[in-house]
């Protein structure tokens, strides 16, 4: 039975004021170790908290126990936080010995951004915060007394560079991570949980398993995809496309690029402009790198005069695209410049709306459980009132189908009251690791302004033009950040349809190879990966370095087996089910991949 509630905003939480607040605290144990330092920034974040500093030196692991230790000290002073609005004026002479905080000033005082750099849309007031000896630019909020944090519920993470604004032609500062909790034992959990992420860190499995790799002569957020990650990718792109015929999406491929016209009708130069690379000059015209599919796929609609018997219409592509996002922000393969999504545009009457969005929303479920993700969590983004395109009684009608979706596919969702963007409400499918992370996977998001600029028409029933609905849908969000999630959840030990490798034949002697040889090709015959470790190296190294590369079948051939025709299993968790025909491990394989196992 599905479960609905209204979604607490994170800032609204009493979390958010115990790391902001920390945040502030932790900004004074520095100050005080260097009273010469400069301070940036320093907002709560998921999970913690963090500050930027220029600071005259290098910070040291030692450094962070003691400005711990001097926090814990603030902590237990039981200092009121103190709120004082103030003009822009006093501000700058409260903090003329501090340059980053002058810039901030001058971008409120213009109205451009708030007190941690974030753009704004109107003109804020100016405040401070102000408790025992240290004051900050802040907006708050905080609690009340530095004594409701528990100060045995706090930790400093690590130390890593970042640019002033995330620009790397600003100064590069020092970050320092932190996390606080309501109580010690929160916090213990998500120390283990750190520990254990970091395991499975799809940046460094992605190097140990040679999946993929990012080249700095190629540049920053752009993937190289390995022949082992290339292959991953592959076999998920082919299950995906099969689906999506089965389920009567059409393909359709679109460029990589479009004139400057193109964007301007759909808006992107005047909303996106600052998240899509420089146009390129041809023959006199502009030419940009697609942000995204969707103009595209509505100008094959626009190809040919629609009828309300063509409906719907839902096009697919694994189209990629380029975003251009800050270096500080680029992180692996969540958050990349050039990207595949697997895009699709589904072309409705009104009539036939809620039919597609519970198909769609089963279909996202159908997919992402073949890739072995069960644990899910929806949010549902309702209309801003203040903000939005197109009719209320529209806006209504999609709501209610995306939330009768949620319902009958039985998923607790969390309700998002007026986040959704001014086009439409969606949903946002996340999904629930074993490490109790949500990553977010699949968008079903309506789009009531883009048939509006683009003059969206089908000939109805009664000979009429009308407008149709468009359906915007990515089921795994995007290649590259799929890939990463799967990395992660699966620590690197794929299932075995996904493997890049499924077996390693493991002679024991230089006179087994042959034998090797043998079994791989009839192996390889009926359709699985396979490889033949050749190198000269003893047997449980060879073992050992397949586990390590997360194998799931290793077959080891001595005399024995080559007289029997047997191969000896052994498995990448350990377990050594022995010697078999190799027809019982044929058996056995195709029975694993036809499961998911």
């Known amino acids: 039975m599905a479960q609905e509630k209204v979604k607490e905003r994170y800032e609204d939480s009493w979390l958010y004021r115990i790391r902001h607040s920390a945040a502030h605290i932790m900004a004074q144990a520095v100050l005080e170790m260097f009273p010469n330092g400069k301070i940036a920034i320093g907002p709560p974040i998921e999970d913690g908290f963090y500050y930027d500093f220029d600071l005259p030196r290098p910070l040291t692991p030692e450094d962070l126990e003691k400005i711990e230790q001097r926090m814990r000290e603030i902590i237990r002073g039981d200092y009121p936080f103190i709120k004082k609005v103030v003009t822009a004026e006093e501000a700058r002479q409260i903090f003329r010995d501090q340059p980053y905080k002058l810039e901030l000033i001058d971008g409120l005082e213009a109205g451009g951004m708030d007190e941690d750099g974030n753009p704004l849309t109107e003109k804020p007031e100016i405040s401070i915060y102000a408790h025992d000896k240290f004051v900050d630019l802040c907006r708050g909020p905080h609690v009340e007394r530095t004594g409701q944090i528990n100060p045995e519920a706090i930790k400093l993470l690590n130390v890593a560079g970042a640019y002033w604004r995330g620009d790397e032609r600003r100064p590069m500062l020092q970050r320092i991570y932190g996390t606080a909790w309501e109580t010690p034992e929160q916090l213990q959990q998500y120390l283990w949980k750190l520990e254990e992420a970091k395991k499975r860190d799809h940046r460094k499995l992605g190097r140990d398993l040679d999946l993929f790799s990012i080249n700095p002569d190629v540049g920053a957020g752009l993937i190289l995809w390995h022949p082992k990650g290339g292959m991953i990718r592959h076999l998920a792109e082919q299950y995906c496309k099969e689906e999506h015929l089965k389920h009567g999406y059409v393909p359709v491929y679109t460029p990589h690029i479009g004139r400057s016209t193109l964007w301007e009708i759909s808006g992107h130069l005047h909303w996106y402009r600052e998240n899509m690379y420089p146009a390129m000059q041809v023959e006199n015209e502009e030419y940009l790198l697609k942000p995204m599919n969707c103009p595209f796929h509505i100008m094959v609609y626009k190809s040919q005069i629609r009828s309300y018997r063509d409906l719907p219409i839902r096009m697919a592509e694994w189209g990629t695209v380029y975003r251009y996002e800050r270096s500080g922000v680029l992180h692996g393969l969540l958050r990349v410049r050039g990207f595949t999504q697997d895009d699709a545009h589904i072309f409705c009457r009104p009539d036939q709306m809620p039919q597609e969005i519970d198909n769609t ?237």
């Not at 109805?460 to 990463?484: N, T, Y």
């Not at 042959?514 to 470790?533: F, H, I, T």
């Open 361 to 597: 929303l089963q279909f996202c479920l159908h997919i992402l459980r073949r890739f072995g993700m069960a644990n899910f969590h929806a949010y549902l983004s309702t209309r801003d009132p203040e903000k939005f395109a197109g009719q209320v009684e529209d806006w209504d009608k999609a709501t209610a189908a995306l939330r009768q979706a949620l319902e009958r596919a039985g998923l607790d969702y969390d309700i998002d009251e007026g986040g959704a963007a001014f086009y439409g409400p969606k949903i946002d499918l996340k999904m629930i690791d074993a490490l109790g992370r949500e990553w977010q996977l699949s968008t079903i998001q309506f789009d009531f302004n883009l048939p509006e600029r683009f003059e969206l028409e089908y000939i109805g029933e009664d000979g009429q033009p009308h407008r149709p609905l468009m359906i915007h849908r990515a089921l795994l969000g995007s290649m590259e950040r799929f890939m990463g999630v799967l990395i992660e959840h699966y620590a690197g030990a794929f299932p075995v349809w996904l493997a890049p490798v499924q077996a390693v034949l493991i002679p024991i002697a230089d006179r087994h190879l042959p034998y090797a040889r043998e079994v791989a090709e009839k192996l390889r015959a009926q359709g699985l990966r396979v490889e033949v470790d050749e190198r000269p190296e003893r047997m449980n190294a060879k073992i050992r370095d397949a586990q390590l590369q997360k194998v799931p079948y290793m077959l080891v051939v001595g005399d024995k087996e080559a007289a029997d025709g047997k191969v000896a299993l052994r498995l990448r968790n350990g377990e050594n089910p022995g010697p078999m025909p190799l027809e019982t491990f044929i058996a056995r394989a195709q029975q694993d991949i036809a499961e998911g196992a």
